[in-house]
């Protein structure tokens, strides 16, 4: 018996009721997307106890064991990066970020993916900024497909690679959290690092629904320290 609560009839049948007109073929397609995104997520699933195993004191020597990899290969695979102290919630949103660009048949992983990816992790503060601001959320929608390239011609397999400008906005998120003095980067920080990177598309988007890089920056440290606040922190 599997030890998660999900099994292939779920994910066959949310799959049919999503897309209850689409032939074979293009369910094929959906389905090869999704397995993607269950892999990047079983990757970070690994990389957060990989993490906690190194916390305690584990060698790479024995993480390679539990995982069934050579020492050399575990550390390669799972040594913290670009993503340390990332959410989960923010985690998610880079592999939404990633699906989107799956999704337009895009061969990159832009800034406006980036954002679609906020906007797929209702969980976080990024959306909850993003939809007071608005007003709604399909209206930042629009505004980022009116702003996306064209669709490719088909879907990539394996990994696609962040932009310049996209990787630039990573370590503007680190930057964001280091100048409010927090020690996570969650979804709030990745869209100010978007919005700081400002010839990018998404600072474009952004600024064109009325945001500002100063505001933004407010608005979360004000945000956080009322939520803190509420918790007794």
């Known amino acids: 018996m599997s030890p998660l609560d999900i099994s292939l009839a779920d994910l066959i049948a949310r799959l049919d009721e999503e897309l209850p007109d689409a032939n074979e073929l ?3 397609s959906e389905a090869r997307l999704r397995a993607q995104t ?5 990757d970070q699933l690994i990389d957060h106890y990989v993490s906690k195993a ?21 550390q390669q695979r799972h040594t913290p ?28 992983i832009g800034t406006e993916h980036m954002l679609l990816g906020l906007l797929g992790e209702p969980r976080g503060l990024a959306y909850e900024v993003l939809v ?12 980022i497909e009116e702003a996306m390239p064209p669709a490719g011609e088909k879907a ?17 998120a680190r930057r964001a959290s280091a100048d409010l003095g927090h020690d996570w980067v969650g979804t ?18 952004l600024r064109g629904l009325g945001f500002t890089a100063q505001e933004l920056h407010e608005t979360v440290k004000n945000e956080i320290a009322e939520r803190l606040a509420a918790r007794g922190e």
């Open 188 to 205: 709030e920080h990745t869209l100010l690092g978007l919005i700081r990177v400002e010839e990018s598309p998404a600072a474009r988007i």
């Open 156 to 172: 990539l397999r394996g990994h696609i690679a962040f932009r310049p400008e996209s990787k630039e906005a990573i370590v503007q």
């Open 132 to 143: 007071a601001k608005t007003g709604s959320e399909q209206r930042i929608r629009d505004a």
């Open 26 to 28: 293009a369910r094929i």
């Open 81 to 108: 990066a670009a993503f340390e102290r990332f959410t989960n919630l923010n985690r998610h949103g880079i592999v939404l970020a990633q699906e989107a660009a799956r999704t337009h048949k895009h061969d990159f």
């Open 38 to 42: 269950l892999s990047d997520l079983g």
């Open 54 to 74: 190194k916390q305690t004191g584990a060698s790479w020597t024995e993480i390679g064991d539990a995982i069934g990899v050579s020492k050399q290969a575990a």
